[in-house]
């Protein structure tokens, strides 16, 4: 019999799907990009299929959430990142980008079409993921947001697609305001291509761990139920008559 093996956090050998248990996948993930590109809004959107137009400026807040993405689920946090200026020249801001691409299997790099700073920036995060992530296979999706805003667009769509060939990453680009099923396509894309990567990097089907399936009772014992709930009542009704 094989034995499952515990590394680091995942169980490694399969785990045999019952009624009470299901296996996730756990996935880790972070949005990244310049500030005011439109991380959060994108993250929100996401989760809560809602466009909501101001946030506070975003420290690094982690979301967690329980996703099945074509049939598969999926344990995933969602690593907000500050939107970094000036990299170089502040040491605890260099510090924590790494913490941050250290700790991801998988990267949405964002920029705004409406800004050609947060477009340049990209090639610079990118350099810093491969300084951790000596894999080159590592998922990447280059994203350009505020496709909605023609009218102050500073960056062209080519460009965008030749720098994500330049740097052999996945490039489309979005409006979140407008487009949410763009926006969720966007995170199931790149949660299925973590899932692709873990399982071709480990040899292994699946990498994840084990979760109680939510109990949801059965109608024969919610009627049990429900008859024990009346019978006292019944009784005393039929013993004041
Ligand atoms: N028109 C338009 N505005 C957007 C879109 N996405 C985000 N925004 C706006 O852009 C602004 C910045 O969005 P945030 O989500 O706070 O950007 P961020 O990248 O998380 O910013 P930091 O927290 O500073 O790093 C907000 O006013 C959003 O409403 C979009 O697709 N279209």
Redesign the pocket.
Same mark, same amino acid.
């Given at each position: 019999m094989r034995l499952p093996t515990m590394s680091g956090n995942f169980l490694l050998a399969p785990i045999p799907e019952t009624a009470d248990y299901f296996t996730v996948r756990d996935i880790k993930m972070a949005v990244m990009?310049?500030?005011?590109?439109?991380?959060?809004?994108?993250i929100?959107r996401f989760l809560t299929k809602r466009?909501? %137009? #101001?946030?506070?400026?975003?420290t690094g807040n982690l979301y967690s959430r329980l996703v099945a993405v074509e049939g598969e689920h999926m344990a995933l946090q969602i690593q907000?990142?500050?939107?970094y200026v000036k990299v170089e020249d502040d040491v605890s801001q260099v510090a924590d980008m790494l913490r941050f691409i250290q700790s991801s299997e998988g990267f949405l790099l964002?920029y705004?079409v409406t800004d050609l700073r947060s477009y340049e920036y990209i090639r610079h995060l990118h350099q810093h993921i491969r300084k951790v992530h000596s894999d080159s296979k590592i998922p990447i999706i280059i994203v350009a947001?505020? %496709? #909605?805003?023609l009218h102050v667009r500073q960056v062209p769509s080519d460009s965008g697609i030749q720098l994500a060939n330049e740097l052999g990453c996945s490039f489309v680009e979005?409006?979140?305001?407008?487009n949410c099923q763009d926006v969720c396509d966007v995170f199931h894309h790149l949660c299925k291509e973590i899932g692709k990567h873990q399982s071709s990097s480990t040899g292994e089907k699946r990498r994840g761990s084990i979760m109680p399936r939510p109990k949801s009772p059965n109608m024969q014992d919610l009627k049990r139920r429900f008859k024990q709930a009346l019978s006292p009542k019944i009784k005393a009704s039929s013993a004041m008559a």
């Open positions: 990009g310049a500030g005011g590109v439109g991380k959060t809004a994108m929100v466009f909501i %137009g #101001d946030y506070e400026s975003n907000d990142t500050p939107g964002v705004s947001n505020k %496709g #909605d805003l979005i409006s979140t305001s407008e």
